[in-house]
């Protein structure tokens, strides 16, 4: 049974910050690769950053510099760290979990930037 479970979205002044979190289950979590990916209103999922289990990351131009993607093997969680965000940044986040050739997404927060 496997199970991706998004939490902290919310509201957010332009300039605050905001920590997701991704808690998964069922998965070989240590061995698998994480991803955050958005989907804006009226626009195509991207990806937003991934980390391997080696811990290599990688991130789209807009947020780099300013997410960081982060994963605790111990509590099979990943993390991204959203500073200095923009409004350009409000979108459904969503979970992606990578192992082997099976991919697992979450339900998505919505993470809102707005005064």
């Known amino acids: 049974q496997v199970q991706v479970v998004e939490s902290g979205g919310g509201l957010v002044q332009p300039g605050g910050s905001l920590r997701l979190s991704c808690a998964a289950s069922?998965?070989?979590?240590?061995?698998?690769?994480m991803s955050w990916y958005r989907q804006a209103p009226g626009k195509q999922r991207e990806l937003v950053a991934a980390?391997?289990?080696?811990?290599?990351?990688n991130y789209v131009d807009s947020v780099k510099g300013r997410f960081t993607i982060s994963r605790d093997n111990t509590k099979k969680t990943v993390y991204l760290q959203m500073n200095n965000l923009e409004p350009e940044d409000t979108a459904v986040y969503y979970c992606?979990?990578?192992?082997?050739?099976?991919?697992?997404w979450g339900q998505g927060t919505q993470v809102t930037v707005s005064s």
């Open positions: 069922g998965i070989p979590f240590s061995m698998s690769i």
């Open positions: 980390i391997t289990n080696g811990g290599t990351t």
């Open positions: 992606n979990v990578q192992f082997v050739l099976r991919t697992y």
